[in-house]
Structures are given as C-alpha cells and as structure tokens.
C-alpha cells in the first residue's frame, strides 16, 4: 500500500508563496503518475469528483498544469525522498482550498492526468487559505 501525507498548507496574504510537500511512503514504486488536487470549501461531500487537477507529474516525469494557474505553480519530484513538492507563487484569493497529493496506481494516458478520477490513493489533505 501507498500512503501520502501532506504538510505546508497554511494563511498568507495575496500575492505570497506557500511550498506544499507530499511524503509518499509504502509501496511507492506502485505510484506511475502523482499530481496535486484541489477543492474549494462547500464541496467536501461531493468528494473526489469535485477535486480540481492543479499540477501532475507523469510516470516518465513530465508535468503537466491546470491552464487557470497561468505558471504560478510549479510541481517537482524528489525521487530519492519520495517527496512530491508543489511550489506556489503569486497566491491569489481564489488558489484558497483544501490542496490534496494523489497517487495513480495505473497507467493513464497524459491527457488524463489532471481528472481526480484515476487517482486511486490520496492524502488527507493541507489548507491552504489566501486572504485578499
């Protein structure tokens, strides 16, 4: 089994930076893609389907990124550690959510990769609230 523990949520002003860690542990080679996902207040009963693809990483390594987040983020992966960072920049009201890593256990086409329905492991999640 994989397990996924998110840290680094946190408040911080418009215009700040947060930096959003993932510490995979377990059975980790069985992750192909990780990704960061993304969902607003209000929406927690809808579950995974209402969680927004923010940035994944492929299995061979290669991001991709929400078009909305116009290169603000920045996601990159630490093999060694087994740790998937999610760099935030230029943070505006609307990036405030609950940010959860995620962890598809097979492979999926890149056109796929940002829809919260192929992951099959995930987080418990870090806030991340950005006052205006």
């Known amino acids: 089994q994989v397990q996924l523990v998110e840290s680094g949520g946190g408040s911080v002003q418009a215009g700040g930076s947060l930096r959003l860690a993932c510490a995979a542990s377990g059975d980790t080679y069985r992750c192909y893609h990780m990704g960061w996902f993304r969902q607003t207040p209000g929406t927690e009963r809808e579950g995974v389907a209402e969680?927004?693809?923010?940035?994944?990483?492929?299995?061979?390594?290669?991001?991709s990124y929400a078009d909305s987040l116009q290169g603000r983020f920045t996601i990159s992966k630490d093999n060694a550690e087994n740790t998937l960072i999610l760099q935030m920049n230029s943070l505006k009201s609307e990036d405030t959510a609950m940010y959860y890593c995620?962890?598809?256990?097979?492979?999926?086409?890149?056109?796929?990769?940002?829809?919260?329905?192929?992951?099959?492991?995930w987080g418990q999640g870090t806030q991340v609230t950005v006052s205006s």
């Open positions: 969680r927004e693809g923010v940035a994944v990483v492929n299995s061979g390594g290669r991001a």
């Open positions: 995620a962890c598809a256990t097979a492979r999926w086409p890149d056109g796929l990769l940002l829809h919260a329905g192929i992951y099959d492991v």
